[in-house]
């Protein structure tokens, strides 16, 4: 027991331990730490002074450590979209929280802080590896759309159910899973290691340790009756999600085509919704019915036919938008590689006026001042400094004439996006309203037939003398004609309102779509543009300022070095 307890802590460190830790003050993940760490990262000698001497450039950083820094709460992690691996194990954190942005994180660490719940992951797509060993977790939960996922570790929690280990058959990609040192792990006559082995088949390594084909065999017979149970509910599930996600795809294409609602009788019956007058114009039996199966199906093949045109449409525009943002995805993704080999030739040169800068600054510091040898060094330095600052400039201008150019084609190229989406867009409201025509026609078509109808209906009792028949809401009609006019007419105007709101509904969401589209676009370049120009100006005062403070540096090297 005693070995058993020795080997324990020697694997995970204790709380006392981390506790006992110099942390720095309690805090939130803020910039100026993750570029302090971003500049701290593993570099050593000349390679790390010059690592301090980059420009921290945000969307370049793929790898972040912030192990042992006292943090409490997650945050401001959105300005490095383009991570792939967080550290943020041996920290205070209690909630999972403003990452959802990192979708390119491969590797997340968050082990050993005081995290009792597994949450706000779910857009991580990506996401290749998870720790939350040693935390406050008591349910495995939230983990179904990591379909990347192939290692989890999740052991030292307090974990004291099963619930949620069968969800991770969904995780088709997890290959290795650590529970050890959870309560569930030490349950007295319960194997944790086959109930696992035998409900996720996916599994290659439990604890870090191979399972071969004879422990799968042997576990899947121990717990034949519950992987049964799971695997029926798995597939009920299963066909569920994919009926519901059919619906969801449908229900959105309709939507983007402007077109939902009319792919069935849904309009028609909108039609006769609290119409109180067609109702009782109804009551008059047979010859009704027959004019409102004809009244139906015309109206279900203009609706039809107006479906149709919008999904065609549809098509028709998706094109138009994805040829536009491939267009400027490519332009953009050329000037990129145009301004990122200016970079790199920038770099080469600072490069060689560093070494050069330093050599020069050397010998300054040996020669006495004010001697012959003192100037001429001077007149070096100050010659590399003038090449330096002229190179800077240069690339300066090149990288700024690059982005202006840039920013004015994305600017002209949306601009005549928009009138080509506008005009495919007009052309589209333009034949739907056609048929929208036909529908008001329709409608009054079938008001004409119904007062004629009706009218029959009334004359025919009248002439049998058969007026108890009448129906009480149509007696007011037997000796007042303007009352059947009356009630055609308000029927009338209640079936051709639900069809102009139809209409206008197609034609102002259709207007909506143009401009939410192009002032999306519009802000997305205003942002790209504006982050460029700062990345720019930054670099260059990164530089400005690094060849300043050269002299210093080198001054404090040698003063070391004296002693």
């Avoid at 719940?117 to 406050?136: A, C, D, R, W, Y």
């Avoid at 009782?280 to 609706?303: C, F, N, P, R, S």
Wanted: hydrophobic residues 35%; proline residues 2%; glycine residues 4%.
């Amino acid at each position: 027991m005693d070995e058993e307890t020795s080997t324990q802590d020697s694997r995970e460190p204790s709380r006392d331990f981390l506790e006992e830790i110099n942390y720095p003050e309690p805090g939130i993940i803020n910039l100026e730490m993750i570029k302090s760490a971003y500049l701290e990262e593993g570099q050593r000698g000349e390679m790390r002074r010059l690592h301090q001497l980059e420009p921290v450039v945000l969307e370049r950083i793929k790898t972040l450590s912030l192990e042992f820094k006292n943090i409490l709460r997650i945050d401001h992690l959105w300005v490095l979209p383009n991570l792939t691996k967080l550290c943020l194990n041996c920290n205070k954190i209690e909630v999972i929280e403003h990452i959802g942005m990192l979708t390119s994180l491969k590797e997340l660490n968050l082990s050993f802080n005081y995290i009792t719940k597994i949450e706000n992951l779910e857009t991580l797509v990506n996401l290749e590896v998870l720790s939350l060993f040693g935390n406050h977790i008591t349910k495995i939960e939230n983990l179904e759309t990591l379909e990347k996922l192939v290692i989890l570790s999740i052991g030292n929690n307090l974990i004291d159910k099963f619930d949620g280990i069968e969800r991770l058959r969904f995780v088709s990609s997890l290959k290795v899973l650590n529970l050890e040192g959870n309560p569930i792990a030490k349950l007295p006559d319960f194997p944790l290691s086959q109930y696992v082995t035998a409900i996720l088949p996916q599994l290659n390594y439990y604890e870090y340790v191979f399972i071969k084909d004879e422990m799968r065999e042997a576990a899947q017979k121990r717990f034949y009756r519950e992987l049964r149970e799971i695997e029926g509910k798995q597939e009920k599930e299963i066909l569920g999600r994919e009926t519901e996600a059919r619906e969801h795809a449908e229900a959105e294409r309709l939507a983007s085509s402007f077109v939902e609602h009319l792919d069935g009788h849904q309009l028609y019956e909108s039609m006769w919704r609290d119409d109180k007058d067609g109702k009782v114009l109804m009551l008059i039996g047979a010859q009704a019915q027959e004019l409102t199966e004809e009244y139906e199906k015309d109206v279900h093949e203009l609706t039809q036919s107006i479906y149709k045109l919008g999904l065609a449409r549809f098509s028709e525009r998706d094109e138009e938008v994805k040829d536009f943002m491939g267009s400027l995805q490519d332009g953009q993704q050329q000037l990129q590689s145009l301004g990122q080999q200016e970079i790199d030739e920038f770099l080469q040169h600072r490069d060689k006026a560093f070494e050069e800068a330093t050599m020069t600054l050397r010998q300054l510091e040996k020669c006495e001042e004010n001697s012959a040898e003192h100037f001429q060094h001077c007149e070096e330095m100050d010659k590399i400094n003038e090449q330096f600052e002229d190179r800077l400039h240069e690339m300066w201008h090149s990288l700024m004439a690059q982005e202006l150019h840039l920013h004015e084609a994305v600017e002209e190229s949306t601009l005549n996006f928009e009138r080509r989406i506008s005009r495919l867009m007009s052309s589209f409201v333009e034949e739907a309203q056609l048929y929208f025509l036909q529908l008001r026609e329709v409608c009054q078509h079938f008001a004409h037939n119904m007062t004629e109808a009706v009218s029959r209906f009334i004359s025919h009792k009248l002439a049998l003398q058969d007026l108890d028949n009448v129906p009480q809401e149509l007696r007011k009609c037997i000796d007042d004609r303007e009352a059947i006019l009356k009630l055609v007419s308000d029927m009338k105007a209640t079936h051709i309102s639900r069809i102009e709101e139809r209409e206008d509904r197609m034609a102002n969401r259709s207007k909506e779509f143009i401009d939410n589209l192009i002032q999306k676009r519009a802000k997305e370049e205003k942002e790209r543009h504006r982050a460029k120009i700062l990345e720019i100006n930054s670099f260059m005062e990164m530089m400005t300022k690094a060849m300043t403070n050269l002299p210093e540096e080198i001054h404090q090297e040698v003063l070391m070095e004296q002693r």
